[in-house]
Structures are given as structure tokens and as C-alpha cells.
């Protein structure tokens, strides 16, 4: 066991020295401003480096080829080594900021959450939010992304890591022959869509530094804000427009984003059936929940209604956290629905949280089948989505998540509950953090943050949030005994 924990330091010592090039963005922004956190960012990169180099060298003749099973362990402690050290520069930079807080609040950012523990975002250094930014776009496609197509010219094999990385059930699909060149497309249409997502608000009013920002966290579906208000800020229309098409892009599989763009059409939109349903049920609740808002009197017409629901259950729906309004307001229906959304919408392969989209077909696919089982028992059935059929295999493997998912949600919530949080609020906590949705209800709602959980709530929180990005199995299993024996 120890041996087989020792190979890894060497990947993870490359992944921690890689990781230092990410502190160069806040030091460029904190030499152009003369910012007083340059010290701290300059210090923050080199002790990184020196602990990656540690790792590396000290792990150098334990090094050989990565095992299946060892993609697991290295995706959970690159997750959580990582968290670690992007914390420096809050803890050297924040007044009164505790390790506790400093872990969770850059823990939600690789995990691309977005809840938050800090109060006074728009007093901030702006390299600290650039950092928080960042963090939400590294983590978009997972850290391990960028690796993938490193780790292979290292002689470390790198199928291993992406299988354990990859979201969603079904995570053998490749769109070219060779993995790097895999995680290079993906990077390619996640980078330009970045871009085309900063032009885009800088065109609707937002200055170039919040527009960096808000693409940053937008197109990773992170919701961090250099603003405590977040989106309700800026109250323009357009941006939040902006803002919308976006989060439902970044709610798409990137890989259909990818044959799109390789095929030069838009049929391959047309052809993923999970895009066209995440699409139809967030787009269709939006409107049915706007005409509910309107009716019970909260907006005095219905296009302010409209405006206001769509973007904020847009925003909830994906994962991404965004708000304008403080939606805790409404009536608890609409916010409980938003929250449901959360857990179900998002498409595998996009940088959202929850079940996905895949699974809830599935799910509900499987449940007809059931019924029909119990109508015509001699029939024989298959189960198919989009003209592809689903093996019983990766049924089973979607219930076991989904069961899996419900024990941790129930586990996780009963952990607040014990230790002093109301129902609502510890409830809507772990959904919210379990999903990587970001705000939740009551204490953790809109109008609030996290700041208020006690140490242990806070750690439950962070735990939370990793269980819901690493998608249950891959903290799961190496707790296994079965997982360490030769």
C-alpha cells in the first residue's frame, strides 16, 4: 500500500510544479497595479514549486507505469493537495481568514462550486479575485485535463487518469485516436469560448476586468463574482443574456461543442439527444416558473418575472451559482424546483455538477421499462437513448450512482443537521455544494454566504463539494479494503 502511494508522488510533484505557472496571471495583474499582494503571489509560486519538486524527487525510483486503479487516487490527491496550496495567498492576503475558510473557499473554486465563505468582494485586491476567477477555469475541466496531455510524454500513462476523471457514465469516448490530442481539443473550445465570452460582455458594459472574470467563472459553470451583489451588480438585461447563452453552453457536453465546430454545422446539437433535453427542461421550467413567480405577485408584470427567473434558475440549473435577485424570496416551490434542476440538467462531458442529464434519461427510461416489464412479463425489451442502446452494465452503474448520490446527500445533510444547522439550510447546503451549484437556501442563501458554518459544517461543506466534483466513486473506492489488495 505504502509503495503504491509512494509511486504517485512523482505524477503529483509534476502536476504541483505545472500547477505554479497558474500564480503567474495575479502576479503579471499585481505588477501592472503595484498591488501590495505581488509578495504574496511571488511567494505562493515558489513555495509550490519547491514542495512539487520535493514530491517529484523524492518519489523518483518509486516511479512506473500508472495502474487502472491508481488514476483514482492520483485524481483525488491532486483535488485536494492542490486546494492546499492555491489557499496560500488568501491566507497571506486576508485579514482573519482561517485555514478552514481559506481551504473551503478555493476548494468551491477548482470544483468549479462557487459558494463562498468571503464578505467584501468588491473591496478586494482584484488580483485576489483573479485568482478565484482562475481557479474556477482551471478546475472547468478538471485540473487532470491538463495533464492528460502532459503525463503520457512523461511515461506515466494517462487513459488511467482520464477515465477516473472524466464526468458522466460513459467516459471511453474519445474524439481523436490519441488522448493528448483529446484533451487538447477540449482545452481548444473551452479557451475560444472563453474568449468569445469576454468579447461578448465587454460588448453588453462590463469593463475588461470583470468581463475576464465572470467568463472565467461562467464558462466553467463556477460562479465565483468579484462583486458581493454577483450578477444583480450590473442590472442590465444584456449582460445577464450574455451570460445565459453561456452558462447553457457550458451545460453542453464540450465534445458535442467540438463536432460542431470540427463539422461546421449545427446538426450535432440536433443529434445529442441529452443536449436537446437539458435544453427543453431548463428552458421550459424557466418559463413555467416565471409564469408561477408572475402569478403569486412578486413582480408587477411578467416580462420582470420572466427576466429575473430565467436567469437565476439558468444559473441554478447549470451549476454555475450567478445571482441577480435574492430568489430566497420566492415562494419556496420555485427555489426547491431550481434546486431539483441542479441535481438533474447538466450534460456529461460539460463542466457542470449533479447526477447529469444522461442519467436522468436513463433513469426514467429504465423505470418505463419496468413498467412495461410488469404489463407484458414474456416481452423483451432494450433500452435505448438517441437510437443507441444501453447495456445493462451501465444501467446498473447508474442506479449504483444514483443510490449512491441519495446516501450522501442524506449522510452529509443529517452531519448539519447534528451539528446545529436548520433543516432548510443544511438541506439546500449539501445539495447545493454536492451539485457544485454554489448558494443555497436561508443562512446559505443568496443574500448570505458560508461564512457562517462553524469549522465542522464548513469541512462538510468542502467534503461535499469534492464528493459531487470527483462523482462519488473516485473518493469511494480507495476507501475500499478490496482497493489495496495486490
Not at 487518469?161 to 481539443?185: F, H, N
Amino acid at each position: 500500500m505504502l509503495r503504491n502511494l509512494l509511486c504517485l508522488g512523482h505524477p503529483l510533484g509534476l502536476i504541483v510544479m505545472a500547477f505554479s505557472v497558474a500564480f503567474a496571471m495575479p502576479i503579471g495583474l499585481a505588477l501592472t497595479q503595484g498591488d501590495s499582494t505581488l509578495w504574496a503571489f511571488a511567494l505562493s509560486l515558489f513555495l509550490n514549486f519547491v514542495v512539487g519538486a520535493a514530491l517529484w524527487a523524492g518519489s523518483r525510483r518509486f516511479r512506473r507505469e500508472l495502474k487502472p486503479r491508481d488514476g483514482y487516487v492520483l485524481v483525488a490527491l491532486v483535488w485536494i493537495v492542490l486546494a492546499a496550496t492555491a489557499a496560500v495567498p488568501l491566507l497571506l492576503t486576508v485579514p482573519g481568514l482561517s485555514f478552514t475558510d481559506a481551504y473551503f473557499e478555493t476548494t468551491s473554486g477548482f470544483t468549479t462550486t462557487g459558494a463562498t465563505v468571503l464578505s467584501g468582494l468588491d473591496q478586494l485586491p482584484e488580483p485576489i479575485n483573479l485568482w478565484r476567477a482562475e481557479l474556477n477555469w482551471l478546475g472547468g475541466l478538471g485540473i487532470i485535463g491538463l495533464a492528460m496531455a502532459v503525463l503520457p510524454l512523461l511515461g506515466v500513462g494517462g487513459m488511467q487518469v482520464y477515465r477516473a476523471e472524466a464526468t458522466g457514465p460513459i467516459k471511453d469516448t474519445r474524439l481523436t485516436p490519441r488522448l493528448a490530442q483529446t484533451a487538447r481539443s477540449l482545452w481548444l473550445i473551452y479557451s475560444g469560448l472563453t474568449v468569445a465570452c469576454i468579447l461578448s460582455l465587454r460588448a453588453a458594459g462590463m469593463g475588461w476586468f470583470d468581463a475576464v472574470c465572470h467568463a472565467f467563472s461562467v464558462l466553467s459553470l463556477g460562479g465565483f463574482s468579484p462583486h458581493d451583489a454577483s450578477i444583480g451588480y450590473f442590472n442590465s438585461p444584456a449582460i445577464e443574456g450574455v451570460l445565459e447563452f453561456f452558462m447553457l453552453a457550458a451545460g453542453i457536453n464540450f465534445a458535442t461543442h467540438f463536432m460542431a465546430w470540427r463539422g461546421k454545422s449545427l446538426s450535432a446539437y440536433r443529434r445529442d439527444r441529452e443536449a436537446m433535453a437539458f435544453l427543453a427542461l431548463v428552458l421550459g421550467s424557466a418559463l413555467a416558473v416565471g409564469a408561477y413567480i408572475f402569478a403569486s405577485g412578486v413582480y408587477p408584470d411578467f416580462f420582470t418575472a420572466l427576466r429575473h427567473t430565467a436567469f437565476n434558475l439558468i444559473s441554478i440549473a447549470t451549476d454555475c451559482g450567478f445571482v441577480s435577485v435574492n430568489y430566497d424570496r420566492w415562494p419556496l416551490a420555485a427555489s426547491l424546483w431550481m434546486l431539483l434542476l441542479s441535481c438533474l440538467s447538466a450534460s456529461a462531458g460539460s463542466t457542470g455538477g449533479g447526477i447529469k442529464m444522461i442519467r436522468t434519461m436513463t433513469l426514467f427510461r429504465q423505470a418505463g421499462r419496468e413498467i412495461k416489464s410488469l404489463v407484458h412479463p414474456s416481452a423483451v425489451s432494450t433500452l435505448k437513448i438517441g437510437g443507441q442502446v444501453i447495456s445493462e452494465r451501465l444501467v446498473s452503474a447508474v442506479l449504483t450512482f444514483i443510490h449512491l448520490y441519495i446516501i450522501c446527500v442524506v449522510v452529509l445533510t443529517f452531519l448539519l443537521i447534528v451539528s446545529g444547522l436548520d433543516f432548510l439550510s443544511a438541506f439546500s447546503a449539501v445539495i447545493a455544494t454536492i451539485n457544485n451549484a454554489g448558494p443555497g437556501l436561508h443562512l446559505v442563501g443568496p443574500a448570505a454566504n458560508y461564512a457562517g458554518l462553524t469549522d465542522f459544517q464548513t469541512w462538510v461543506c468542502a467534503a461535499s463539494m469534492l464528493v459531487g466534483r470527483l462523482e462519488i466513486f473516485v473518493l469511494i473506492v480507495p476507501l475500499t479494503p478490496a482497493f489495496w489488495r495486490e
